[in-house]
């Protein structure tokens, strides 16, 4: 049965391999035999993974993402956690969308499972 998964990428890009590994699983869901719906939520430190100036092929992040999108899966930033780190909508990518805290709120809570990196 299809199901509604969110995956939280909390830790920030650099040095680490939560986001890279975060969206490897996320791409494997949205693949895998049921299919299911997947939305990415970049939040706390890891909206910094979700600027343009991300260097994504040094990060290891392009081709999941391409498989994700390829997939219908979605990338979010969340809005609260951007403003609290001063980082502004414009520096988000273009194929990651900018949520209010609310919605991000909503989006989690709907979800049948979710996963944290």
């Known amino acids: 049965m299809k199901q509604d998964v969110v995956v939280l990428l909390t830790r920030a890009p650099c040095g680490r391999v ?7 699983a996320a791409r494997g869901i949205a693949a895998g035999f049921d299919m ?9 430190d890891g909206v910094y993974g979700a600027r343009e100036a991300v260097d994504r092929n040094a990060l290891n992040m392009s081709g999941h993402v391409a498989d994700l999108e390829e997939q219908d899966g979605q990338m979010v930033a969340d ?13 988000i990518d273009d194929d990651v969308a900018v949520w209010s805290d609310d919605r991000v709120t909503a989006r989690i809570r709907d979800a049948d499972r979710t996963l944290d990196f």
């Open 18 to 24: 939560h986001i890279p590994e975060g969206l490897r």
């Open 79 to 91: 809005g609260a956690a951007m403003a609290e780190r001063s980082i502004e909508k414009s520096e």
């Open 36 to 44: 299911h719906d997947v939305t990415v939520i970049f939040t706390q």
